[in-house]
């Protein structure tokens, strides 16, 4: 079993910066990626992107790229996801899953975490 807990969620203005933490444990050894995905209300949930636990190879939604990064602490067996230049339409509750493979597609990830929420104000 994998055990994901997500947490620095909060409130901040359009333009500015939030860092999302994602600690993991147990058999995280069995997790190709971390990947974070948000689903706002009334939507699906939607692919953020992922971090390879091997490498630290990393993929991005085109709705983030630019603005959002993702790194790992293998020390703390902990990934973060680095928000930056945020806009209304990230608001949203932001998960990290385990990937079993190298993939966007949220039916090969399992173990979500509880989620944090992000608000980001106009």
């Known amino acids: 079993q994998v055990q994901l807990v997500e947490s620095g969620g909060g409130l901040v203005q359009t333009g500015g910066s939030l860092r999302l933490s994602c600690a993991a444990s147990g058999r995280t050894d069995r997790c190709v990626t971390l990947g974070w995905f948000r689903q706002a209300p009334g939507k699906e949930r939607e692919f953020v992107g992922l971090i390879s636990r091997s490498g630290g190879r990393t993929y991005f939604a085109d709705s983030v790229k630019g603005r959002f990064t993702i790194s790992g602490d293998s020390a703390k067996d902990t990934v973060y996801l680095q928000m930056n230049s945020l806009k209304p339409e990230d608001t949203a509750i932001y998960y990290c899953?385990?990937?079993?493979?190298?993939?966007?597609?949220?039916?090969?990830?399992?173990?979500w975490g509880q989620g944090t929420q992000v608000t980001v104000s106009s």
């Open positions: 899953a385990c990937g079993r493979i190298f993939t966007t597609n949220k039916r090969d990830f399992d173990s």
